[in-house]
């Protein structure tokens, strides 16, 4: 199993089949849905599916979502990292997305700025990436929050079947001058 890259409170791993209990747990939750097209999975075998797709990426594309494993507990807590994006998605195509998604009772700890801030250090280090972006649904105050922590400046909005979304960019430049 490999591990990615690591914070001070989590590990970041490909997403293994033995996870599928985990992802179940997070995208079964309406919660955590709520800006997410509010369409959680009903079953493991769902769950088990997205982790075989993701798994693909990592051998199409060289990556794709990461697994968070918190280092105190070693329990899943959810995912995060880069996925290429293929299609077109606000006028961009072949780019790299940040993301993150956590289970209900992890939320408020800092994970997801955690993983935003080591998202980019693989992005622009591993990836050699010169540009990265995110996308947030209008209404998700919190990850707008993250995403703007962490250097991220807000680029317009668009629609994603029919959602009002943020558009969000970061330069590999603007991330180095942060980081020097």
Request: hydrophobic residues 40%.
């Given at each position: ?8 409170q989590l590990i970041l791993r490909e997403l293994i089949p033995a996870d599928a209990a985990g992802m179940f747990e997070l995208d079964s939750d309406e ?130 079947d029919g959602i009002l979304h943020n558009w969000f960019e970061i330069s590999k430049d603007k991330w180095l001058l942060s980081h020097s």
């Amino acid at each position: 199993m490999k591990i990615f890259t690591s914070t001070p409170q989590l590990i970041l791993r490909e997403l293994i089949p033995a996870d599928a209990a985990g992802m179940f747990e997070l995208d079964s939750d309406e919660a955590v849905h709520l800006y997410l097209g509010n369409n959680p999975v009903k079953t493991i075998a769902e769950s088990s599916a997205v982790i075989e797709m993701i798994r693909q990426q990592y051998k199409d594309n060289g990556i794709g979502r990461w697994a968070v494993i918190e280092k105190e507990t070693n329990h899943f807590v959810g995912w995060a990292g880069l996925k290429l994006i293929k299609e077109p998605v606000n006028g961009h195509v072949n780019y790299y997305d940040v993301g993150y998604r956590f289970i209900k009772r992890y939320w408020g700890k800092g994970y997801a700025t955690e993983c935003a801030i080591a998202s980019l250090a693989y992005g622009f280090n591993e990836l050699k990436a010169d540009q990265l972006f995110a996308m947030t649904d209008a209404g998700n105050a919190a990850s707008r929050r993250v995403l703007e922590k962490v250097g991220f400046m807000q680029n317009g909005t668009f629609y994603e079947d029919g959602i009002l979304h943020n558009w969000f960019e970061i330069s590999k430049d603007k991330w180095l001058l942060s980081h020097s």
